[in-house]
């Protein structure tokens, strides 16, 4: 998500890479914390990982995209 955002700002986000990373820990804390609200192993990897294959999927379009 953190690399979508960055992506559409000027030279891909370099001047805010570090101030990004400082405003989405938050974020990712609650993605952490989330993890442990599945009711068992399977069920976590399954929506986590495809999770993880949507926003690489994105990042595949938006950088073919131009």
């Known amino acids: 998500m953190l690399r979508l955002f960055l992506r559409v ?3 891909d986000g370099a001047d805010w890479v570090i101030p990004a990373l400082i405003a989405f ?3 990712w804390m609650a993605w952490m914390i989330g ?3 599945f009711r068992n192993a ?3 990897w399954a929506t986590l990982g495809g999770a993880n294959a949507a926003a690489f999927l994105m990042l595949w379009l ?3 995209a131009g």
Do not use: D, G, M, Q
Request: charged fraction near 5%.
């Open 9 to 11: 700002l000027p030279n």
């Open 25 to 27: 820990f938050p974020l």
């Open 35 to 37: 993890a442990f609200a």
């Open 42 to 44: 399977v069920r976590a």
């Open 62 to 64: 938006t950088h073919h």
